[in-house]
Every structure is written in structure tokens, then in C-alpha cells.
């Protein structure tokens, strides 16, 4: 019998209101897809199709597509906690950049979000 040596990781993530209020309001088969993405991210698997750093900054998002739409949640790693993640805020992504206007807004976030520890 051959075992399974793959490392694993046990990864949590928290949804701030924001993100929470984003995804409550994608379409079904959209935030499914979104949360099964999530969940290969929280359980090791590295693929930035569906979890990339973006540049410049301590910001992370979270990618799914479904029926020609683009979908983001935006997210940063928690300093304070081994393997946590926290998610910012989504969008739906409309040109081939992440909107500034959208990274500034979850590093608004994230500063808060330490203030409040």
C-alpha cells in the first residue's frame, strides 16, 4: 500500500462583514465555485489560478471564474496566527489589472483590523 506523503495544511480563513456580504451575494453556482477554491487553498494546494500575491503589496486573492465572469476576494495573512487568512472584500473583476482603488481598500482594512487587536 502506498502512502500519501503530500504535506499538508491546515490553513484557516475568516471572512470579514464585507467579504462575507460579497459573497452572500454571488450567484449560487459562482460562490460554490468560489468556496471550492478556497478550500484547495486551505488544504495545501499552490496554484496561483486560484490564489496569487499580488504585487507590491501584502495583499492576496482569491480567484474564481464562472460563466465568463471574473470574481475576486481580496485577503492578507494574519502575522499573529500560524496558517490564517483573512478575507478583505470581493469584487467582480472587470479589466486584465486589480483595481488600485481596490488593493488600497484592503490594506485600509487590513490596518483596521490591527488597530482592533
Not at 465555485?33 to 494546494?45: I, P, Q, R, S
Not at 496558517?83 to 486589480?98: E, L, M, N, Y
Amino acid at each position: 500500500m502506498q502512502r500519501d506523503n503530500t504535506k499538508r495544511m491546515d490553513i484557516s480563513v475568516e471572512y470579514l462583514e464585507e467579504a462575507q456580504s460579497y459573497i452572500d451575494n454571488m450567484p449560487e453556482k459562482a460562490r460554490k465555485k468560489m468556496f471550492h477554491n478556497v478550500g484547495l487553498v486551505c488544504t495545501g494546494v499552490k496554484d496561483t489560478r486560484i490564489f496569487k500575491k499580488l504585487t507590491d503589496s501584502g495583499i492576496w486573492e482569491f480567484r474564481a471564474e464562472y460563466e465568463s465572469n471574473e470574481y475576486r476576494l481580496l485577503s492578507f495573512w494574519d502575522n499573529t496566527k500560524s496558517s490564517f487568512i483573512v478575507a478583505t472584500h470581493g469584487f467582480d473583476k472587470k479589466t486584465q489589472r486589480t483595481p488600485k482603488g481596490e488593493i488600497e481598500h484592503a490594506e485600509r482594512i487590513r490596518d483596521e483590523y490591527y488597530k482592533s487587536k
